[in-house]
């Protein structure tokens, strides 16, 4: 397993690995708002940091960092969930920000509970008013 920066090229199997993992992990959310949103996210991952992570010289998934330090997500194929892949990630993530914020859907238990334990806290609760949906913002360290 490998983690670098992300190439230009590799762009296109980037944004197809987040709709991919967003409409799997997001169920509730109806698919034609990530396909809105698809392009826009693209433009941004170009001026983003993106993490690739690769195993066997397939890329596996990503981590996209923005605006200095929020963590826009990490997106791990299928195949490779619940196997420490995501951990790997932000355990490599923690050595390069002093500090992380990011966003979690309410509804995504399972991600609150990944970042829980990798000691990320709970600082607010807001609605994402585009889709009245609320989102927990989280922050490692706990302490910011």
Excluded: C
């Amino acid at each position: 397993m490998n983690i670098r920066y992300m190439e230009i090229p590799e762009l296109n199997k980037v944004i197809d690995l987040w709709l991919e993992v967003n409409t799997e992990v997001h169920h509730k959310i109806d698919k034609k708002y990530w396909l809105k949103h698809k392009d826009e996210v693209k433009e941004s991952m170009e001026n983003s940091n993106i993490y690739i992570m690769e195993h066997n010289n397939e890329i596996i998934g990503f981590a996209g960092v923005t605006e200095g330090y929020y963590l826009a997500g990490i997106f791990i194929d299928k195949k490779y969930r619940s196997q420490g892949y995501g951990k790997s990630m932000i355990d490599y993530l923690k050595l390069k920000y002093d500090e992380l914020i990011l966003d979690v859907y309410e509804f995504n238990e399972e991600a609150i509970k990944f970042y829980e334990r990798e000691d990320f806290g709970i600082i607010e609760i807001n609605i994402n008013e585009e889709l009245q949906i609320n989102e927990k913002t989280m922050a490692w360290p706990k302490e910011i």
